[in-house]
C-alpha cells in the first residue's frame, strides 16, 4: 500500500471522532455564549457531569436495555434468515408474503406496545417483541434479495453439471447472500435499540427508555441526555462490531473496493 493511500486511510479512520470532537466543541460554545438553561438543553459539560454522577444509575438500566436488545434482535436474525431465505427462493412465496410484509413494517411498531401491554403485561416481554418486530423485516429483504437476484446464466450452468435447485440456494444463493446479510445486520440492530428503547417508556420500570422518562419528569435533561449518549454508543458499538465481523467473513465481497 503506497503512503498516499496509507494517509487517506488514517483520514477517513480519524475524520468521524475529528467531527464529533467539533461538534461537540460548537455544542458547548453555544450553549455557553447564549447562556442556555440545562433545563432546556445541556451542555456536552453537563451532560458528562450527570453521566459521571449517575454512573451506577445508568450502568444498571444500560445493561437491562443491552440484554433485551440483544434478546429481540436474536429472534430476529432467526425469523429474518428463515422468512427471507422462503421468501428469495420462491416466486410464489414472493409475490404472496413481501407485499403483506411490506405493509406490515408501515406500521409504527409503537402502536404495538400497548396490545403487548395487553398480551404479556409490563415488562421484558413487550420490549423484546418491539425490538424483534422493528428489526427483522432488514434482515428477510436482504436475505431475499440476495437470493432472488442470483444470475440465471449462473444458475443454468449449474443445473447443466448436475446441480438441483437446493444445491444452488446452499452452495450458490446463501454465500453469495452473506454481504447483503451483514449489512442488514448492521441497520437492524440499530433499529433494535430504537424498538427496545421506546417500548421501555412506555411498558417498563427498568432499562434507558424508562430512565428517559423518569429524568425527563425530574427535569434532569442532563441525565436524560446522558441515557441518549448510552444507548447511542451501544448501538454504535455493535454496529462496528458487526463491520469487523463482515469484513472477516465476506472479505471476498470487499477486496474491490479497498484497493481504492
Known amino acids: 500500500m503506497s503512503t498516499e493511500a496509507q494517509r487517506r486511510k488514517r483520514l477517513e479512520a480519524a475524520s468521524p471522532w475529528v467531527l464529533l470532537v ?43 436495555t443491552f440484554w433485551v436488545t440483544m434478546a429481540g434482535f436474536g429472534i430476529a436474525i432467526v425469523v429474518g434468515v428463515l422468512l427471507g431465505f422462503l421468501i428469495g427462493s420462491s416466486r410464489l412465496a414472493y409475490a404472496a408474503i413481501y ?30 417483541l418491539t425490538a424483534f418486530l422493528i428489526s ?15 444470475e440465471p446464466e449462473l444458475e443454468d450452468v449449474l443445473r447443466v453439471l448436475g446441480a438441483r435447485r437446493w444445491d444452488v440456494l446452499i452452495k450458490v444463493g446463501l454465500p453469495r447472500s452473506m454481504p447483503y446479510f451483514f449489512g442488514s445486520l448492521k441497520v437492524a440492530i440499530t433499529l ?26 425530574a427535569m434532569q435533561m442532563g441525565l436524560a ?25 465476506t472479505g471476498w465481497a470487499h477486496r474491490g473496493s479497498q484497493a481504492h
Open 136 to 150: 427483522f423485516f432488514p434482515i428477510t429483504v436482504n436475505i431475499a434479495t440476495g437470493l432472488a437476484t442470483l
Open 225 to 249: 441526555f446522558a441515557g441518549l449518549v448510552v444507548v447511542g454508543a451501544m448501538a454504535m458499538g455493535m454496529y462496528e462490531f458487526f463491520s469487523v465481523l463482515e469484513k472477516r467473513m
Open 22 to 64: 467539533l461538534t461537540l466543541l460548537v455544542w458547548q460554545g453555544l450553549c455557553s455564549a447564549f447562556n442556555v438553561s440545562e433545563f432546556v438543553f445541556p451542555s456536552p459539560l453537563r451532560i458528562w457531569e450527570q453521566l459521571l454522577e449517575f454512573k451506577g444509575e445508568i450502568a444498571k438500566h444500560a445493561w437491562r
Open 99 to 128: 407485499p403483506l410484509m411490506t405493509g406490515f413494517n408501515a406500521l409504527p411498531k409503537a402502536a404495538f406496545v400497548p396490545i403487548l401491554v395487553v398480551w404479556f403485561g409490563i415488562g421484558v416481554g413487550p420490549a423484546v
Open 192 to 217: 433494535a435499540f430504537v424498538g427496545t428503547t421506546v417500548s421501555e417508556m412506555t411498558a417498563s420500570n427498568e432499562g434507558i427508555g424508562y430512565l428517559l422518562v423518569s429524568a425527563g419528569s
